[in-house]
C-alpha cells in the first residue's frame, strides 16, 4: 500500500533538511549554467560546503540549446581534460577542435556535482545580497522563482556564505545588483559592469579566465558574467572557456576560504 502521505512528507522533510542545513555555507553559487556547475564540482571535491541557486526549473544554463539549438558544445583542446575527468565522450572534429553532446554534458556536470557533495537548489532566484560594515558580500537573499514571476509581494529568505560567485552568465545580476545598491565599487575599470562586446571567440576565451576574479569583497565571477564585468568580447558555442574559469574560481575561493 502506498501512501501518499508519506510521499509527501519524504519529499517536504528531507528537502526542507538540506534547506536548514545550506543556511550557512562555504559558498554559494547564483546559477547552475556550466561555469557554476564546475565551480561547485572542484570545491564539493576538494570537501568545501557549496551550494547553487539556479532560478529555472532545470540546470545547464545555455549548454543544452548547444549552438543554435544544434545540441553540440564545442571545447578547445587546452580544456578538454575536464571533460575527461568527468567522463564525458567528445570527438575531435579537426586538430584541437574536440565536439561532446550538450545533453551529456549538462546531466554529467549535475550529476557530479552533486555526487561530489554540492547542493543544487533550483527554482530558486538570487534577488539580492547581504553585505557587513566592512562593504563584505555575506550572504544571499533568496525567493522562489515563482513569486518572481507572479511578481507577488513576499520577503524572501537569507543564507550566509564566506564567499559567493556570480555564476549567472550574460545578466551578470549579481555584479548589477552590488553596483546598483553599494555603488560604482567593483573592481573594473570604472567600478561598474561595463558589459560583454561582440562576438570574437579568441579573444573572450583568452579574457575569460583573465577575467575570473574576485570583483568585490567576498564576491567572485566566473562564466559569461566575467566578460560582461569587464567588457570582453562573447565567443558563441564554445564552451572550453566556461569550464576552465569554473575552475578557477573554485581554486581562487579555495585560497582565500581557507
Ligand atoms: C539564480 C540565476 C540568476 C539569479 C541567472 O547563462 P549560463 O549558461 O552561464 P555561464 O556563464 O555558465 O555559461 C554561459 C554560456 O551558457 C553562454 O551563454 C555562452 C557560452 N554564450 C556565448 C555567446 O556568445 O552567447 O547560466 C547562468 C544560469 C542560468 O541557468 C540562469 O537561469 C541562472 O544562471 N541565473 N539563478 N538567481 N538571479 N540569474
Known amino acids: 500500500m502506498l501512501d501518499e502521505i508519506t510521499i509527501s512528507r519524504a519529499i517536504a522533510k528531507t528537502f526542507m533538511d538540506d534547506f536548514l542545513d545550506y543556511m550557512e555555507v562555504d559558498v554559494a553559487i547564483a546559477g547552475a549554467g556550466p561555469s557554476g556547475m564546475i565551480a ?10 557549496t551550494a547553487i541557486f539556479e532560478r529555472a526549473l532545470r540546470v545547464g544554463g545555455g549548454m543544452p540549446g548547444g549552438g543554435m539549438m544544434f545540441n553540440r558544445i564545442v571545447i578547445q583542446a587546452e580544456a578538454k581534460f575536464i571533460l575527461d575527468e568527468l567522463g564525458i565522450q567528445t570527438k575531435e572534429y579537426e586538430k584541437g577542435y574536440f565536439v561532446a553532446d550538450s545533453l ?11 555526487q561530489a557533495g554540492a547542493k543544487i537548489f533550483n527554482a530558486i532566484s538570487v534577488e539580492d545580497v547581504m553585505v557587513r560594515e566592512n562593504d563584505r558580500i555575506t550572504g544571499l537573499v533568496l525567493n522562489w522563482s515563482a ?17 559567493v560567485i556570480d555564476a549567472t552568465g550574460h ?9 546598483r545598491k553599494l555603488g560604482p565599487n567593483l573592481n573594473s575599470s570604472t567600478g561598474e559592469v ?19 576574479k574576485e570583483i568585490f569583497p567576498g564576491l567572485y565571477v566566473t562564466g559569461m558574467a566575467a566578460n560582461a564585468v569587464y567588457g570582453s568580447p562573447r565567443m558563441g558555442a564554445i564552451f572550453g572557456g566556461m569550464f576552465l574559469s569554473g575552475k578557477k574560481a573554485a581554486e581562487l575561493v579555495m585560497e582565500s576560504i581557507r
Open 171 to 179: 545578466p551578470c545580476e549579481i555584479a548589477q545588483i552590488v553596483t
Open 40 to 49: 561547485a564540482y572542484y570545491l564539493a571535491k576538494e570537501g568545501v560546503k
Open 104 to 114: 551529456e554534458t549538462v546531466s554529467t556536470l549535475c550529476s557530479k556535482s552533486i
Open 194 to 212: 561595463i558589459g560583454e562586446k561582440s562576438m570574437w571567440a579568441e579573444v573572450g576565451e583568452k579574457a575569460l579566465i583573465d577575467n575570473t
Open 147 to 163: 513569486v518572481e514571476v507572479a511578481n507577488l509581494h513576499v520577503d524572501p529568505l537569507t543564507i550566509r556564505a564566506k564567499a
